[in-house]
């Protein structure tokens, strides 16, 4: 039994729903209990989406627990097809219906509905929402393309002369870290190389359109999480080689576009030298100087916060002092690029350790989660979003992937614009004597009504504790000086400061004497 | 003992939907379960923690439900059972209590820690009771330890709260033998309405006045025969039951939503406590052409329109009774998860007559029932607005009605504005 307070994963049918609402064609019946009817809302709400997902719950109730829930099951499973007609079901338990076992696969297998129906089993005490996803998407894949597989051993035809290469691209899902997005530039970077689209899924895709995913040159792996297990089941079963590198940034974008050429058998050197992002220059301008060696904490999914990581260092010139995921399956990916760049690694679904390791290391922003954004807000500190879970702010209006070119110009904007607020309170804060700037001003952008400015200074610095160090009055009107987003700081470390050096009253040289020791 | 004790004047001599048919559904339920219930109950007792013995459903459910993540600790949590607990029951008890010893350690704050049952502890039949009271022997007097369950197995959304508020019943201390009337209010409401309620209630000279739940846990109102209770919320038939068995007698009156609902529940209340005609005119004079003048503002754009109502909390028909009364809307169906005929009583006499009512819910046919009747307003929950939406039918989210203060003459206009704003935003839309 573990404490959870806020948790970075859904159960593993969340991660099927995932799969299912993003193919189309596809209904999942579930055996839970009505409380898990919840999780429509996360499609309905967060992604907006304006159908129902296509699941059906049979929302038992304990009065059924005494009868046939069975039964109950193969009602539900028949009204839902002859409502919804769909190519083909999927079948399986939440966590209160897997205790009961009443074996959704089998009973499903005995309604002889003329569709294939596909059993799926979530072990919901051991496994979480990706894990579910990837298991979903698999089992999906194997039904509906392995009839087609070609006898083992047989080694895969030569592609005709003349003919486009061609892929698939695996991974996306509902309720995706900007997947909507991703797929249309990954989609137009795969075009501009000459490389043909055959099939898309799960996002898009029908359990029919599943049956030829055999037949593409290659597969695009653009979510691990979600498609590492099936493409690996691909190329096992097809001899279908695929990509390990995610585009997001412009170093993996170019390794990417690399890497599709040599599987596809072109030359890369168009797309290469084609339409580039403006991240590199705009990182290169004078302006962004103040950018180096920024602090950045890096947490979220395996994946994302992997690419974050490189982002941050290679091309926003970040130091990333801490890296990590909630998803364990990541952890060895997750340690390897923690040291590469010298920072610790964290991998910890506890929300609480990684509050704790944020306070604790003090990164200037953080690339996080919804979790860390709420985190990083309680500590004043800017943060960008990176990685699911998501929240609605994660699916924007206008177009904005985090892969391929344009990713790479959207990260620029969305991890600078955090950092560009904290440089425009620097300004105000040299200006803070000015009369039209001071504390009582609110910030111009939220026209905010401004206050009288303060005649007599409040003391910042005077809520002297009884055993802590006292200020002198000239300390404290020298340290009201210091630009407020990073006074309390000041203050908190000229009086650990003192205490350590058996200060009891802090003068303006010990203000210094502090800022010098703490400098680094 | 439930006879009610009927004083309230029914405004209407027609009987209303008091005896009209109910369409009893059995399919798929789309409403939550009873665990959401402490997402405004952790607000309300300030004091309180609520563990939910549970699965990663459940802590996903309350976060999905919750929305953000406001609290850094919330006074919520879920003990996730594992593979390792569904292996023996002795280790899940020993795995639960290291589970509440860290909590209790690290949140010193907490006088009262409630242990909410789910479906997978109750499928298990993990025994919360018992785990209570073996808890209970070791933290006090410094923490009470409750149980109660949440469970989507027994209950439905609201009825959460209900388990809730009847795990506190047994530990009411008892009024003294001899002691005068005092008045109980049931169900919770949100701080400020308590506020204005106690002293529209010190106005009439009715008191002494408890509220149960009470705001602090060490702040438990006494119970016994001279107690007289209100229900401020529909969904309290355990609570109730409980509390009659202790000697409270209810008072029956509709729901205070609105501005004739509050009128007769504080009428009932005054009525009981003999306190002058005149004086409950005088007291409630202001306030209450006050609520009818802000209400009657909605009345223009309101009037005539038709409402649809999807079983969630149990409010739909004190609130149907409101939109149909004081706005001149015009109910098609009312869906209650599970309706509780004496409680309702009042409100059904003042719903109008040919209202559809269905209990329970088989969400695919009630929404070919909503689309064929295409209502001008829907009220629903939250799997189901935006689809609802998207094909063209004004929704409001029920859940917020939970959420808000909407009881008493103080939110009367509140509770309109909540049903006038879809409507009045899709007039300015014209995109
Ligand atoms: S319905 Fe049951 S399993 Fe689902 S969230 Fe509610 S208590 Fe947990
Ligand atoms: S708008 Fe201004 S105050 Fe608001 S978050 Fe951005 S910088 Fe901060």
């Known amino acids: 039994m573990k404490l959870a307070i806020w948790t970075y994963e859904g159960p593993p049918h969340v991660g099927a729903m995932r799969v299912a609402t993003a193919m189309q064609g596809l209904h999942y019946v579930l055996h839970a209990p009505q409380g898990d009817t919840y999780a429509d809302l996360l499609f309905t709400m967060i992604e907006r989406l304006p159908h129902r997902p296509p699941v059906t719950y049979t929302t038992f109730q304990a009065r059924d627990l005494g009868t046939d829930t069975g039964e109950l099951f193969k009602r539900t499973m028949r009204d839902a097809y002859e409502r919804y007609r769909p190519e083909a079901i999927m079948v399986g338990a939440s966590c209160t219906a897997e205790l009961i076992q009443d074996d959704p696969g089998g009973l499903g297998r005995t309604l002889g509905l003329p569709i294939p129906v596909v059993p799926l089993e979530l072990p919901s005490y051991q496994r979480k929402e990706n894990w579910g996803a990837s298991e979903t998407f698999y089992r999906l894949v194997r039904a509906f393309a392995g009839p087609n597989a070609p006898a083992p051993g047989t080694s895969r035809p030569a592609r005709e002369p003349g003919r486009r290469p061609s892929c698939n691209i695996l991974g996306p899902t509902a309720l995706g870290f900007r997947h909507r997005d991703d797929v249309i530039e990954i989609e137009r970077l795969l075009d501009r190389l000459g490389v043909e689209v055959r099939v898309v899924a799960p996002r898009g895709a029908t359990p029919t359109q599943l049956t030829l995913l055999g037949e593409a040159d290659f597969n695009v792996v653009l979510y691990p999480e979600t498609a590492e297990v099936t493409a690996r089941w691909l190329e096992k079963t097809f001899g279908q080689p695929s990509t390990r590198t995610v585009p997001i940034g412009v170093g993996a974008t170019r390794a990417f576009i690399r890497e599709v050429a040599e599987l596809a058998g072109i030359d890369p050197a168009g797309a290469l030298a084609d339409a580039e992002s403006r991240l590199p220059w705009y990182s290169r301008s004078v302006d962004s100087t103040y950018l180096t060696g920024k602090r950045v904490f890096v947490f979220g999914d395996g994946t994302h916060a992997v690419a974050a990581a490189r982002v941050a260092a290679r091309e926003f010139g970040f130091e990333v002092v801490g890296v990590g995921t909630y998803d364990r399956t990541f952890a060895r990916d997750v340690r390897a690029v923690a040291e590469e760049f010298g920072a610790e690694a964290l991998i910890s679904d506890d929300y609480l350790e990684v509050e704790a390791r944020i306070a604790e290391l003090r990164p200037e922003l953080v690339l996080g989660t919804q979790m860390e954004r709420h985190i990083a807000k309680r500590l004043g500190i800017g943060c960008a979003v990176i990685s699911a879970p998501v929240h609605v702010q994660d699916f924007p209006a206008r177009y904005s992937p985090q892969m391929g070119y344009e990713g790479a110009n959207v990260l620029w904007d969305a991890w600078v614009h955090p950092l560009m607020m904290g440089l425009e309170e620097h300004l105000l804060g040299m200006f803070r004597g000015d009369f039209e700037f001071h504390d009582g001003a609110g910030a111009s952008h939220h026209g905010a009504p401004a206050t009288a400015a303060p005649t007599e200074p409040e003391p910042v610095a005077a809520a002297n504790d009884a055993d802590g160090p006292s200020w002198t009055t000239d300390a404290d009107k020298e340290l009201r000086k210091v630009p407020f987003f990073v006074r309390g700081k000041a203050r908190r470390n000229t009086e650990s400061y003192a205490r350590e050096h058996g200060v009891a009253t802090i003068t303006i040289e010990t203000l210094y004497d502090a800022k010098a020791h703490f400098a680094r | ?431």
């Open chain 2, 1 to 431: 003992m439930s006879t009610a004790i009927r004083t309230a004047q029914n405004p209407l001599d027609a009987t209303g939907c008091g005896d009209a048919p109910v369409l009893r559904e059995r399919g798929q339920r789309e409403v939550f379960c009873g665990l959401t219930g402490i997402i405004w109950l952790h607000r309300k007792i300030q004091d309180a923690f609520f563990l939910i013995v549970g699965s990663r459903t459940c802590a996903h459910l309350m976060q999905s439900a919750a929305g953000v993540m406001i609290f850094a600790e919330p006074r919520f949590a879920t003990a996730i059972i594992d593979d390792r607990d569904l292996a023996g029951l002795a280790d899940a008890n020993d795995e639960l209590d290291a589970v509440v010893d860290k909590l209790l350690d690290r949140r010193p704050d907490i006088k009262l820690l409630f242990l909410v049952g789910s479906c997978p502890s109750e499928v298990i039949k993990l025994d919360l009771s018992r785990a209570a009271s073996r808890l209970s022997r070791r933290f006090a007097p410094r923490v009470r330890i409750l149980n109660y369950s949440g469970s989507g197995i027994e209950t439905t959304f609201t009825q959460g709260e209900d388990n809730c508020l009847a795990s506190m019943v047994p530990e009411m201390p008892a009024s003294p033998a001899g002691a005068p009337a005092s008045l109980l209010v049931v169900g919770t409401l949100a701080d400020v309405v308590e506020d204005q309620l106690r002293r529209r209630f010190d106005e009439l000279g009715i008191g002494p006045v408890g509220f149960l739940p009470p705001r602090r846990a060490g702040e438990l109102p006494a119970v016994g025969p001279a107690t007289r209770m209100l229900l401020a919320q529909p969904y309290l038939a355990e609570t109730a039951r409980l509390l009659e068995e202790r000697g409270a007698q209810r008072l029956e009156a509709p729901f205070p939503l609105g501005v004739e609902g509050t009128t007769l529940w504080l009428k009932a209340a005054a009525d009981a406590f003999g306190v002058p005609a005149e004086r409950f005119e005088r007291v409630t004079e202001r306030p209450r052409q006050r609520a009818e003048a802000a209400v009657a503002r909605y009345r223009d754009t309101m009037a005539g329109l038709s409402v649809f109502f999807f079983p969630d909390s149990q409010l739909e028909i004190p609130l149907a009774r409101f939109l149909a009364r004081e706005l001149g809307m015009r109910p098609i169906e009312v869906g209650t998860p599970y309706l509780h005929r004496s409680h309702m009583a009042a409100d059904l006499a003042l719903l109008p007559s040919g209202t559809t009512l269905s209990e329970g819910q088989d969400v695919d046919r009630q929404l070919d029932r909503c689309h064929a009747a295409a209502p001008d307003l829907v009220v629903c929950g939250l799997g189901l607005a935006n689809p609802l939406e998207a094909a063209g039918l004004a929704t409001k989210w029920s859940i917020e009605l939970v959420f808000t203060p909407i009881q008493g003459y103080e939110q009367a206009a509140d509770l309109a504005e909540l049903f006038a704003r879809p409507l009045a935003r899709r007039r300015r839309l014209e995109v």
